[in-house]
Each structure stands twice: as structure tokens, then as C-alpha cells.
């Protein structure tokens, strides 16, 4: 069964703002008008969390 998009967790590395966010409408919230957003879908908080800290160590982490 598909999680649907409100229930789904992102990775955002660049955008206005950047973090492990669940829903659809808070990503498009945080990136409209950003050029070259960055978000990966996770099917879990905790993977979200995890990508998003691995992005940030790695240094590809960008607030515009």
C-alpha cells in the first residue's frame, strides 16, 4: 500500500529551509521558487533524518 503524499517523509538539503519534513505541502512550502531544490521522498522519519544528517556531514546541505 503507497504512503500517501501527506504521510511521506523528505530529505530537503536546499531550500528556504532544510531538514527531515513529512508532507507533500510543507516541501513544496519550503522550495517553491528555489532554483535546483534538493528532495529526496523517504519512506520513514527516521530514514529522512538519517539521509539528512549524511547530507549535512557531507557538506551538501544549502539554505537559499
Given at each position: 500500500?503507497?504512503?500517501?503524499?501527506?504521510?511521506?517523509?523528505?530529505a530537503?538539503?536546499?531550500?528556504?529551509?532544510?531538514?527531515?519534513?513529512?508532507?507533500?505541502?510543507?516541501?513544496r512550502?519550503?522550495?517553491?521558487?528555489?532554483?535546483?531544490?534538493v528532495?529526496?521522498?523517504?519512506?520513514?522519519?527516521?530514514?529522512?533524518?538519517?539521509?539528512?544528517?549524511?547530507?549535512?556531514?557531507?557538506?551538501?546541505?544549502?539554505?537559499?
Amino acid at each position: 500500500m503507497a504512503i500517501p503524499p501527506a504521510k511521506r517523509w523528505y530529505a530537503v538539503m536546499r531550500g528556504l529551509c532544510v531538514g527531515a519534513v513529512q508532507g507533500a505541502v510543507m516541501v513544496r512550502a519550503i522550495t517553491r521558487g528555489v532554483n535546483g531544490a534538493v528532495v529526496e521522498y523517504y519512506p520513514s522519519q527516521e530514514l529522512a533524518e538519517a539521509a539528512f544528517d549524511l547530507a549535512l556531514r557531507a557538506g551538501f546541505v544549502e539554505v537559499v
